[in-house]
T-cell receptor, first 108, second 113 residues
Framework: GQQVMQIPQYQHVQEGEDFTTYCNSS?????IQWYKQRPGGHPVFLIQ?????EVKKQKRLTFQFGEAKKNSSLHITATQTTDVGTYFC????????FGTGTRLKVLA | KAGVTQTPRYLIKTRGQQVTLSCSPI?????VSWYQQTPGQGLQFLFE???????NKGNFPGRFSGRQFSNSRSEMNVSTLELGDSALYLC????????????FGEGSWLTVV
Protein backbone atom coordinates (compact mmCIF):
# COMPACT_ATOMS: atom_id res chain seq x y z
CA GLY A 1 0.00 0.00 0.00
CA GLN A 2 0.91 3.62 -0.26
CA GLN A 3 3.49 4.81 2.24
CA VAL A 4 4.60 8.31 3.04
CA MET A 5 7.92 8.77 4.78
CA GLN A 6 8.89 12.00 6.41
CA ILE A 7 12.32 13.15 7.56
CA PRO A 8 13.72 14.19 9.88
CA GLN A 9 11.69 12.88 12.79
CA TYR A 10 12.91 15.61 15.10
CA GLN A 11 14.62 18.93 14.53
CA HIS A 12 15.89 21.39 17.09
CA VAL A 13 16.90 24.79 15.75
CA GLN A 14 17.95 28.09 17.22
CA GLU A 15 15.45 30.85 16.70
CA GLY A 16 16.26 32.57 13.43
CA GLU A 17 17.66 29.47 11.76
CA ASP A 18 15.97 27.83 8.80
CA PHE A 19 14.14 24.51 8.91
CA THR A 20 13.17 21.99 6.25
CA THR A 21 11.13 18.81 6.41
CA TYR A 22 10.87 16.33 3.55
CA CYS A 23 8.09 14.00 2.55
CA ASN A 24 8.66 11.04 0.22
CA SER A 25 6.18 8.65 -1.29
CA SER A 26 6.68 5.26 -2.87
CA UNK A 27 4.03 6.07 -5.47
CA UNK A 28 3.02 9.07 -7.54
CA UNK A 29 0.70 11.35 -5.63
CA UNK A 30 -2.35 13.15 -6.96
CA UNK A 31 -1.88 15.85 -4.37
CA ILE A 32 -0.17 16.48 -1.08
CA GLN A 33 -1.26 18.44 1.91
CA TRP A 34 0.68 19.87 4.83
CA TYR A 35 -0.59 20.19 8.37
CA LYS A 36 0.79 21.69 11.57
CA GLN A 37 -0.04 20.35 14.99
CA ARG A 38 0.87 22.43 18.00
CA PRO A 39 1.69 20.57 21.23
CA GLY A 40 -1.58 19.43 22.75
CA GLY A 41 -3.55 20.56 19.72
CA HIS A 42 -5.00 19.06 16.58
CA PRO A 43 -3.64 19.11 13.03
CA VAL A 44 -4.39 22.33 11.20
CA PHE A 45 -4.37 22.53 7.42
CA LEU A 46 -1.59 24.64 5.95
CA ILE A 47 -1.66 24.08 2.21
CA GLN A 48 -2.40 21.71 -0.64
CA UNK A 49 -0.14 21.14 -3.65
CA UNK A 50 -1.50 19.57 -6.80
CA UNK A 51 0.71 20.38 -9.78
CA UNK A 52 4.07 18.85 -10.63
CA UNK A 53 6.87 21.20 -9.56
CA GLU A 54 4.45 23.50 -7.77
CA VAL A 55 5.87 26.00 -5.30
CA LYS A 56 3.70 27.94 -2.89
CA LYS A 57 4.66 30.46 -0.24
CA GLN A 58 2.97 31.55 2.93
CA LYS A 59 5.00 34.30 4.56
CA ARG A 60 8.11 32.49 5.86
CA LEU A 61 6.89 29.05 4.73
CA THR A 62 7.72 27.66 1.28
CA PHE A 63 6.12 24.46 0.04
CA GLN A 64 7.33 22.46 -2.95
CA PHE A 65 5.91 19.51 -4.84
CA GLY A 66 8.44 17.45 -6.75
CA GLU A 67 8.46 17.19 -10.51
CA ALA A 68 7.65 13.48 -10.32
CA LYS A 69 4.96 14.14 -7.69
CA LYS A 70 6.57 11.67 -5.34
CA ASN A 71 8.10 14.08 -2.87
CA SER A 72 7.45 17.37 -1.22
CA SER A 73 9.16 19.74 1.16
CA LEU A 74 8.28 22.45 3.63
CA HIS A 75 10.89 25.10 4.32
CA ILE A 76 10.62 27.68 7.08
CA THR A 77 12.88 30.70 6.87
CA ALA A 78 14.10 32.36 10.07
CA THR A 79 12.15 30.20 12.50
CA GLN A 80 10.30 31.75 15.40
CA THR A 81 9.13 30.20 18.66
CA THR A 82 5.60 30.22 17.26
CA ASP A 83 6.71 27.67 14.65
CA VAL A 84 7.04 24.98 17.32
CA GLY A 85 4.96 21.91 16.60
CA THR A 86 4.80 18.80 14.46
CA TYR A 87 4.51 19.18 10.72
CA PHE A 88 2.77 16.44 8.80
CA CYS A 89 2.41 15.79 5.13
CA UNK A 90 -0.60 13.83 3.96
CA UNK A 91 -1.43 12.21 0.66
CA UNK A 92 -4.46 10.50 -0.73
CA UNK A 93 -7.72 10.90 -2.53
CA UNK A 94 -10.41 9.28 -0.46
CA UNK A 95 -8.39 8.43 2.60
CA UNK A 96 -5.35 10.28 3.70
CA UNK A 97 -2.07 8.64 4.53
CA PHE A 98 -0.12 10.82 6.89
CA GLY A 99 3.61 11.02 7.10
CA THR A 100 5.26 10.26 10.40
CA GLY A 101 5.68 13.96 11.09
CA THR A 102 8.63 16.17 11.94
CA ARG A 103 8.65 17.60 15.43
CA LEU A 104 10.19 21.05 15.41
CA LYS A 105 11.57 22.64 18.53
CA VAL A 106 12.77 26.22 18.35
CA LEU A 107 15.24 27.34 20.99
CA ALA A 108 15.03 31.01 21.90
CA LYS B 1 -18.85 29.03 10.66
CA ALA B 2 -18.45 26.49 13.44
CA GLY B 3 -15.61 24.04 13.11
CA VAL B 4 -15.60 20.30 13.63
CA THR B 5 -16.95 19.47 17.06
CA GLN B 6 -16.02 16.32 18.91
CA THR B 7 -17.44 15.00 22.16
CA PRO B 8 -16.43 14.03 24.71
CA ARG B 9 -13.04 15.72 24.81
CA TYR B 10 -11.62 13.52 27.52
CA LEU B 11 -12.66 10.17 28.88
CA ILE B 12 -11.30 7.30 30.91
CA LYS B 13 -12.53 3.77 30.39
CA THR B 14 -11.69 0.38 31.81
CA ARG B 15 -10.41 -2.53 29.78
CA GLY B 16 -13.27 -4.53 28.31
CA GLN B 17 -15.67 -1.61 28.22
CA GLN B 18 -16.92 0.03 25.07
CA VAL B 19 -16.89 3.69 24.09
CA THR B 20 -18.76 5.87 21.63
CA LEU B 21 -17.27 9.10 20.31
CA SER B 22 -19.25 11.72 18.47
CA CYS B 23 -18.34 14.13 15.70
CA SER B 24 -20.29 17.01 14.18
CA PRO B 25 -18.72 18.14 10.90
CA ILE B 26 -18.54 21.63 9.52
CA UNK B 27 -21.90 22.67 8.14
CA UNK B 28 -22.23 21.53 4.54
CA UNK B 29 -19.46 18.95 4.78
CA UNK B 30 -20.59 15.48 3.83
CA UNK B 31 -17.41 13.50 4.30
CA VAL B 32 -16.30 12.53 7.79
CA SER B 33 -13.16 10.58 8.52
CA TRP B 34 -11.67 9.29 11.72
CA TYR B 35 -8.04 8.96 12.73
CA GLN B 36 -6.24 7.49 15.69
CA GLN B 37 -3.15 9.31 16.90
CA THR B 38 -0.65 7.70 19.22
CA PRO B 39 2.96 8.67 19.96
CA GLY B 40 4.26 5.44 18.50
CA GLN B 41 2.08 5.04 15.41
CA GLY B 42 1.37 8.62 14.44
CA LEU B 43 -1.85 9.43 12.62
CA GLN B 44 -3.60 6.29 11.45
CA PHE B 45 -6.67 6.31 9.24
CA LEU B 46 -9.65 4.46 10.72
CA PHE B 47 -12.52 4.97 8.27
CA GLU B 48 -14.29 7.51 6.15
CA UNK B 49 -17.99 8.08 5.64
CA UNK B 50 -19.75 9.92 2.88
CA UNK B 51 -23.50 10.29 2.67
CA UNK B 52 -24.02 7.69 5.40
CA UNK B 53 -21.89 5.09 3.60
CA UNK B 54 -18.53 3.83 4.70
CA UNK B 55 -16.33 4.46 1.69
CA ASN B 56 -12.93 3.54 3.06
CA LYS B 57 -11.57 1.60 5.98
CA GLY B 58 -8.13 1.44 7.53
CA ASN B 59 -6.36 -1.56 8.98
CA PHE B 60 -8.04 -1.73 12.35
CA PRO B 61 -9.79 -4.71 13.97
CA GLY B 62 -13.53 -5.12 13.85
CA ARG B 63 -13.80 -3.74 17.38
CA PHE B 64 -13.60 -0.34 15.74
CA SER B 65 -16.77 0.67 13.97
CA GLY B 66 -18.54 3.81 12.96
CA ARG B 67 -21.56 5.25 11.32
CA GLN B 68 -22.80 8.45 9.80
CA PHE B 69 -26.25 9.93 10.13
CA SER B 70 -28.34 11.74 7.55
CA ASN B 71 -27.23 15.11 8.97
CA SER B 72 -23.59 14.05 8.38
CA ARG B 73 -22.87 13.71 12.07
CA SER B 74 -20.79 10.67 12.80
CA GLU B 75 -20.04 8.35 15.66
CA MET B 76 -17.33 5.83 16.17
CA ASN B 77 -17.46 2.96 18.59
CA VAL B 78 -14.73 0.85 20.09
CA SER B 79 -15.82 -2.33 21.84
CA THR B 80 -13.90 -4.51 24.26
CA LEU B 81 -11.36 -1.78 24.95
CA GLU B 82 -7.71 -2.67 25.28
CA LEU B 83 -4.93 -0.69 26.91
CA GLY B 84 -3.46 -0.07 23.47
CA ASP B 85 -6.59 1.77 22.41
CA SER B 86 -5.52 4.72 24.54
CA ALA B 87 -5.07 7.51 22.02
CA LEU B 88 -6.30 10.77 20.64
CA TYR B 89 -9.17 10.09 18.27
CA LEU B 90 -9.52 12.78 15.64
CA CYS B 91 -12.46 13.42 13.43
CA UNK B 92 -12.07 15.37 10.22
CA UNK B 93 -14.61 16.67 7.77
CA UNK B 94 -14.48 17.81 4.18
CA UNK B 95 -16.91 18.91 1.50
CA UNK B 96 -16.69 15.59 -0.25
CA UNK B 97 -14.30 12.69 -0.35
CA UNK B 98 -12.36 13.44 -3.51
CA UNK B 99 -9.26 15.12 -2.22
CA UNK B 100 -10.70 18.23 -0.67
CA UNK B 101 -8.99 19.71 2.33
CA UNK B 102 -9.91 17.99 5.56
CA UNK B 103 -10.49 19.97 8.73
CA PHE B 104 -9.81 18.34 12.05
CA GLY B 105 -11.70 18.61 15.29
CA GLU B 106 -9.87 19.00 18.57
CA GLY B 107 -10.13 15.28 19.21
CA SER B 108 -11.26 12.98 21.97
CA TRP B 109 -8.58 11.84 24.38
CA LEU B 110 -9.30 8.27 25.41
CA THR B 111 -7.43 6.63 28.25
CA VAL B 112 -8.01 2.93 28.89
CA VAL B 113 -6.97 1.71 32.33
Amino acid sequence: GQQVMQIPQYQHVQEGEDFTTYCNSSTTLSNIQWYKQRPGGHPVFLIQLVKSGEVKKQKRLTFQFGEAKKNSSLHITATQTTDVGTYFCAAGTYKYIFGTGTRLKVLA
Amino acid sequence: KAGVTQTPRYLIKTRGQQVTLSCSPISGHRSVSWYQQTPGQGLQFLFEYFSETQRNKGNFPGRFSGRQFSNSRSEMNVSTLELGDSALYLCASSLDSSGNTIYFGEGSWLTVV
